[in-house]
């Protein structure tokens, strides 16, 4: 009886630490993959290490696909989601613009992921992109003002523009010139993470 009851009291003590660690889902595409980087230099396991260095430990997963699209993303988001996940970062709609998609069509995809993690009252940050120039002006305007109108209406947090600071600096990108090298990666965590311990100073609160 005795070694049920420490059986028992063990199981729950597991439970309660693994309940009181912050869980951070990094829903995305290659951007936060890591795409041609090793899996330390990726962006969610290079933003767990900048939040523990800030002494907060907090687990972040990697549910980056390479190729997704928000469509994709949002056919995914509940297989990807677990019950440990306490906040979401959302990166996507980056191929939707490479594809040269409607961004109606983006902007319908990423509504139904974050209104499903609204409903599951998961707090999320939304991080926009921006469309290439080449597809001309008309597609900017529709495709930009997307990430603002979502974070707005589902009362999201948002970091305007994931790769902001990185984007065309041959320095901080691979070869391609579209997906960041390790250094890349580390100015973005150290852009974003404001709005991470925004995001999980909101976990906290809930």
Do not use: C
């Amino acid at each position: 009886m005795l070694r049920l009851l420490t059986f028992f009291a063990a199981t729950l003590l597991s439970v309660h630490v693994a309940l009181a660690q912050p869980t951070i889902l990094v829903l995305g595409d290659s951007l936060t993959a890591g795409l041609g980087l090793a899996p330390a230099d990726a962006f969610p396991a290079k933003l767990e290490a900048a939040l523990k260095a800030k002494r907060l430990d907090v687990k972040v997963v990697n549910a980056g696909v390479s190729g997704d699209t928000a469509a994709d993303g949002l056919a995914r988001l509940d297989w990807a989601l677990d019950p440990a996940t306490t906040a979401v970062i959302v990166e996507l709609g980056a191929n939707d613009a490479l594809r040269g998609l409607p961004p109606q069509q983006m902007e319908a995809a990423l509504d139904g992921i974050l209104a499903s993690l609204e409903q599951k009252k998961l707090p999320v940050l939304l991080a926009g992109m921006r469309a290439p120039r080449n597809l001309g002006p008309d597609y900017a305007a529709l495709y930009d003002p997307v990430f603002t109108r979502l974070a707005e209406k589902h009362g999201a947090l948002l970091y305007p523009f994931f790769l902001d600071g990185v984007a065309a600096d041959p320095a901080l990108n691979q070869a391609d010139g579209m997906h960041p090298n390790p250094q890349g990666v580390d100015v973005i965590v150290s852009r974003i993470l404001p709005a991470t311990e925004q995001l999980l100073g909101k976990a906290v609160a809930k």
